[in-house]
Structure formats: structure tokens, C-alpha cells
């Protein structure tokens, strides 16, 4: 969400910018001092093809893409109420409360002693 936030910002330009200027400077740092390539980059009037396009765009106004995303009105949002549930306790177990399945119920206990092989 923080991008796409930033994006309708016009973020995206000051990141141009940015990458523009730190260009410029490292550019002009090659052949004189820093202290001067900042102050040249900064100068008015002396930008670059990225600076004067990052304007360019800046100036444009914002506009929806198609005709069809501009609504006429306001949209009206109708929410149904929810149903109410209601749940009930069953009225009687239908299943035996002693399980025949269970392991050691209905059966024989083993042979003592075990049974040997010969």
C-alpha cells in the first residue's frame, strides 16, 4: 500500500530527480572540485535532458485514462443485513453412550500364561 500510495503522489518524480541530480554531480565531480559540481548542479538554468523531462511530466495535469472512469455521481453502496443464525442443542444422543468398538470392551482377557513355540 505504500507504494502504490507513493506512486499516486507523483513519488516516482522526486526519485527521478534525485537519480538526475546525483548524476549531474558525479559527472561534474570528475573534472573540478565537489563543492563546485554541487553548486553547478543546483544553478538555475543549467539542467539536464532528465531534469527538464521529470518537469515536463510534473506539469501535465493528472487525468483518468478512459473517458468511462469518471462517474457521473456518487455511488450508492446497499448492504443487506446478515441473516441471524441460531443454533439449538439436539434433544437426545443418538448414539449409545458404550461404544462396542472400543478396544478391551467385549473382549476375552489373553491366556496366561502365553502360549510357547516348540
Do not use: H
Amino acid at each position: 500500500m505504500l507504494l502504490a500510495w507513493l506512486l499516486a503522489t507523483g513519488s516516482q518524480w522526486d526519485l527521478a530527480q534525485t537519480f538526475a541530480w546525483g548524476r549531474m554531480i558525479a559527472g561534474y565531480s570528475r573534472t573540478m572540485p565537489l563543492l563546485e559540481a554541487v553548486r553547478l548542479t543546483f544553478t538555475p538554468g543549467n539542467e539536464c535532458d532528465l531534469c527538464n523531462a521529470v518537469d515536463a511530466a510534473r506539469q501535465q495535469p493528472v487525468s483518468p485514462a478512459t473517458p468511462e472512469a469518471r462517474l457521473p455521481g456518487k455511488i450508492l453502496l446497499a448492504f443487506q443485513p446478515a441473516p441471524k443464525v441460531i443454533f439449538s442443542i439436539p434433544s437426545g444422543c443418538p448414539w449409545p453412550l458404550v461404544d462396542e468398538f472400543t478396544p478391551g470392551v467385549m473382549r476375552a482377557s489373553p491366556p496366561v500364561p502365553p502360549p510357547r513355540a516348540v
